[in-house]
């Protein structure tokens, strides 16, 4: 199953994989797009299975975007599921390391490997370690 939501300047695309269902990113999130996130976020958690929020092709996110995957994921968590995201690069890295996000999700570079580590995770994830920010 895939759904897909369209702007002018954001779109996400849901899609139902193995074991997770992933949302993919794209243009920018700020507060006049994230609704269709938002409506993807409540729709796809309603599950309580594990979501996969891959940022790859996300170009620019402000603190309306940060604080809609924040709330999504401890929404999620609420219905026994998780909120992961994949792909987080620059510029969009860095509002996560400057506010400290970076640290509240487990990250993984791509979706296959976020799939295969959970092949593997027995138990809750570990922090992921802080490296030094990001630069411009």
Do not use: K, W
């Not at 987080?88 to 996000?101: D, K, N, S």
């Amino acid at each position: 199953m895939m759904a897909t939501a369209n702007g002018e300047r954001f779109a996400v695309e849901v899609e139902s994989v193995p074991g997770a269902t992933v949302l993919a990113l794209a243009g920018e999130l700020d507060h006049d797009t994230a609704e269709p996130l938002r409506q993807a976020l409540d729709t796809a958690r309603q599950g309580g299975g594990r979501l996969l929020v891959d940022l790859s092709r996300l170009e620019f996110c402000d603190s309306t975007g940060l604080n809609v995957l924040l709330h999504g994921r401890l929404a999620a968590g609420n219905v026994g599921g998780s909120l992961e995201l994949v792909g987080l690069h620059r510029p969009v890295e860095r509002m996560f390391y400057i506010t400290g996000a970076d640290q509240v999700f487990r990250v993984h570079p791509d979706v296959e490997t976020a799939l295969s580590a959970e092949q593997r995770r027995s138990q809750e994830p570990t922090a992921r370690r802080r490296t030094a920010p990001p630069t411009r």
